[in-house]
DNA sequence: GCACGTTTTCAGTATTGCCTGAAGTCAATG
DNA sequence: CATTGACTTCAGGCAATACTGAAAACGTGC
């Protein structure tokens, strides 16, 4: 890892981290962004970023279950390995909507309180989440022609 | 605040504090939600929940950059009120552009790091940014459309 | 089924960031 | 100009979380 690599890989930590990620969390996205070969065995991660095996293990099943990373299995050898899933930015964009209906299920949590006083205070976020999860869908349609258009 | 609007507070709080806010921040919002009537000052906010005056003061801040609580004066009290701002959740969506562009300009950033093998784990970040930088405005614009029909 | 390298788990440690309480600042009022 | 109350700031305590290192578990190839 040179000099512009670890800038990079810093810089996209420092990004993340602001987000209230995990600093190892998002070094490991960062490397795996731009490290070659872009497929990569858990120690080389450690020892690359210079990070325990622990730290590696644990933040990397946190990419993986988020859809992040996938692992890639080789023939003959027993080490595994790993690497940013093609498409892996998409992925979690469309996944946005369940987040989206988390909002809209918790505005609906607040009819048994609504204050008499400014109601929308409550029925606003429900609106609102409401017309998110209409225009989520058409939009990932959108992106996803993007997508094929762009690596075609 | 009576127990059911107890629950409510707490479950606006837990669902928050999930994406990483600090839990007084997400009590204040969930109150400033609910509470009757809807103008509070630093004092009944701190009484009500349980902090301290300076936590009160402290995350009020936050939520006043934010532009989800603004401060109303009233004639002849020295007292300063706040209340969660008429829409204050669309607010945040349109603010969301800002936080596009950013991720657009951390894609860009790798420009000198671009790996010669897969280099679409960058660009990819940057098409993606790009493409939500076009929609989201007229996106913005189909939100408000719905949001004067709503108060109409 | 054995042996070996890889991966996971977990107890302990370090670090981070929240919250409190008290002291300080400011503004309005008499 | 003094007094009063509201608000802010900040050092310190504390709780939550991340990271390490080592040992246990796993699973692959022989």
Redesign the pocket.
């Known amino acids: 890892m040179d000099d512009a690599q670890h800038q990079y890989v810093d810089k996209v930590a420092t990004f993340f981290t602001l987000f209230g990620s995990?600093?190892?969390?998002a070094e490991i996205l960062g490397w795996l962004m731009i490290c070659e070969p872009a497929e990569r065995?858990?120690?080389e991660i450690a020892e690359d970023l210079?990070?325990?095996?622990?730290?590696v293990?644990?933040?990397?099943?946190a990419h993986v279950q988020l859809g992040m990373v996938e692992q890639v299995r080789v023939?003959?050898?027993?080490?595994?390995r790993y690497r940013l899933r093609p498409g892996a930015w998409y992925a979690v964009m469309a996944s946005e909507l369940e987040r989206i209906r988390a909002l809209g299920d918790l505005a609906r949590a607040g009819d048994g309180v609504l204050p008499r006083d400014r109601p929308e205070r409550v029925t606003e976020l429900g609106d609102l989440a409401d017309f998110f999860a209409r225009e989520w869908p058409p939009l990932m349609e959108r992106m996803t022609a993007e997508l094929e258009k762009g690596s075609a």
Chains 1, 2 share one sequence.
């Open positions: 995990a600093r190892a969390w065995t858990q120690a210079g990070l325990s095996a622990g730290t293990s644990t933040q990397l099943r023939r003959g050898d027993r080490t595994q």
